[in-house]
């Protein structure tokens, strides 16, 4: 069986119609929730776009595999999908974006050629690149956000969009009336349709390739293609016919309340108060900003469908599994927020939807599963799937199949999500040292508290009565002891097994006591304790006498 796995960048999980969403419509994302099972309690390792995905590919917890921000190198060695799944005969393929930042100085240190094919993987998170592009071309007076090549800009050079930057001056960007360019950095030309044509704007170039894969896989060989869309991401812009389908009558009142700023959490009141978060505070931005998300969202629906077609035309659907999901969400203004980057459920919860072909799966087709799952949840479920048996000294999630087939296994009490925002201008506010600036998330499926290092207080909110988690229980002191249990959960946590990888719990057994016939009798008083057959080496005359003489 081949995997089909599939990322959306900054995708909110409410954000489909197949999750209750009133005005968008996506009715591929629904096929596919028809076909399998929509997980309804996703949360991400962290909540921002580096961190998450290393979580997803390692199914580590940040803390375990270190690779806490954007741009934070992935430590050389760290084994990732494409490690797990080839040992277990299945290729592993990238198609899009990672985010991944080569550990070069580690690579350096072992001697490992980034042309070589380890080197190749190890710079490319363990996948086989087909095509990769992580889509943020931004260009500014000191240089540019990402120093890779483009495949994306280079794509639309050949097509004659002339310019050194395309991706920003057509496929994310309008045209003024007076013929200026709308740059999409610019909330208020997120109603402007994109300068460019549809076919060639980013999520369909995506899904061509993704296709051009498919149809030259050795049919002999199994795979997993991670397809790693950059929308419905900002830049907020989205091209005809896509710009104008929604409109101010589409957009939901902002999930805020007056009482989230009253004495709020300093960490909170920090992000509140960022330059991000001010902007979705105006409902002009959100306005404009909200219609073209969903644009966006629209587009990567109908692509979708391109690649469910062809999976039917080609008779492969019947022979790979489907996996839709995000990296984080996007508060869009709730919460007097904009981006991700915090724990309430718009940046931390994702859609989750797996479709299992096999018939084991028939008794779940088209239901919702609502146990806690996490990110790093899929990387056993691919090894699972892929008919290896999962490495759990090594991956920390657990695999989602008896789900699918209907079982109800023993699982866990809760989720983990954390965030180190020590480089951010938050961090810089709170004039904190980098190793406090940590925020930790222990959510038991009602009750989730947010720990910060630094000597902060937490926040604790309770879902069940309060589920838009506009109040802050630890403002109050009358919930003491919900506070001391989910600090309980977190300190369980913090006492797993996450960084003995070299050996497993079979090879540990494996060990005990193997070593009684080979090499060292520690412990002995005269040999009696023993077969004699251990000590027959050590008994009998001696050779040569140079003592006692």
């Not at 990672?98 to 190890?122: C, F, N, V, W, Y």
């Not at 483009?150 to 794509?155: F, R, V």
């Not at 931390?348 to 599963?369: F, N, W």
């Amino acid at each position: 069986m081949n995997i089909l796995f599939i990322m959306y960048d900054q995708l909110r999980f409410d954000y489909l119609s197949c999750a209750g969403h009133p005005h968008l419509h996506t009715p591929n994302f629904d096929r596919v929730a028809e076909m399998g099972v929509r997980f309804t309690n996703a949360y991400v390792q962290s909540p921002v776009c580096g961190a998450s995905r290393m979580s997803f590919y390692t199914g580590r917890y940040v803390s375990s595999h270190g690779a806490q921000w954007n741009g934070f190198p992935l430590r050389v060695g760290e084994q990732t999908l494409g490690d797990h799944l080839r040992r277990e005969g299945m290729d592993c393929w990238l198609i899009g974006k990672t985010h991944m930042k080569a550990d070069a100085e580690g690579m350096a240190r072992l001697g490992l050629s980034p042309d070589s094919i380890i080197g190749a993987r190890q710079a490319e998170c363990g996948f086989d690149a087909w095509v990769r592009d992580d889509g943020l071309w931004g260009l500014g007076p000191e240089g540019w956000y990402d120093q890779k090549r483009s495949p994306y800009n280079e794509y639309l050079k050949s097509k004659g969009y002339e310019s050194q930057n395309p991706w920003a001056d057509f496929a994310n960007a309008g045209v003024e009336e007076d013929g200026d360019i709308a740059s999409g950095w610019m909330f208020k030309n997120a109603d402007k349709p994109a300068n460019i044509r549809e076919e060639d704007s980013e999520t369909p170039w995506l899904t061509r390739n993704t296709v051009e894969f498919m149809q030259s896989a050795d049919p002999e060989r199994p795979w997993c293609a991670h397809v790693s869309y950059i929308k419905p991401h900002w830049p907020y812009i989205v091209p005809a016919p896509y710009h104008d389908m929604f409109g101010a009558n589409h957009v939901p009142a902002a999930c805020r309340h007056a009482v989230e700023r009253e004495t709020p959490h300093p960490v909170y009141g920090a992000y509140m108060d960022n330059r991000i978060a001010q902007a979705f505070q105006q409902e002009e931005v959100r306005q404009k900003v909200i219609p073209a998300y969903m644009g966006l969202i629209k587009q990567c629906d109908d692509q979708l469908g391109v690649l469910l077609d062809h999976l039917e035309e080609s008779g492969q659907l019947n022979d790979t599994m489907i996996v839709l999901t995000s990296d984080h969400g996007d508060y869009l203004g709730d919460h007097w927020l904009g981006e991700k980057d915090l724990f309430h459920d718009p940046s931390v919860k994702i859609p989750m939807i797996v479709y299992d072909p096999r018939a084991e799966a028939d008794g779940t087709r088209g239901t919702t599963c609502d146990a806690l799952v996490e990110s790093i949840d899929l990387a056993a479920t691919f090894v699972e799937c892929a008919g290896g048996t999962v490495p759990d000294h090594v991956i920390e999630g657990r695999s989602l199949l008896p789900w699918l087939r209907g079982e109800t296994p023993e699982w866990r009490q809760f989720a983990i999500s954390e965030y180190d925002y020590s480089v951010t201008p938050m961090a810089k506010a709170l004039e904190l040292d980098p190793r406090d600036c940590r925020l930790f998330m222990v959510f038991d499926g009602r009750y989730k508290l947010m720990h910060a290092e630094g000597g902060f207080r937490p926040m604790l909110f309770d879902l069940q009565n309060d589920p838009e988690e506009f109040h802050d229980l630890a403002k109050r002191t009358d919930h003491a002891a919900e506070i001391d249990r989910m600090y309980g959960f977190l300190a369980q946590w913090g006492r797993r097994m996450s960084q003995r990888v070299t050996r497993s719990e079979a090879d540990i057994r494996a060990m005990r006591g193997a070593s009684a016939r080979r090499g060292i009798l520690p412990f002995l008083y005269d040999g009696s304790e023993v077969p004699e057959e251990l000590t027959a080496l050590y008994r009998g005359r001696t050779k040569q006498r140079f003592v006692g003489e």
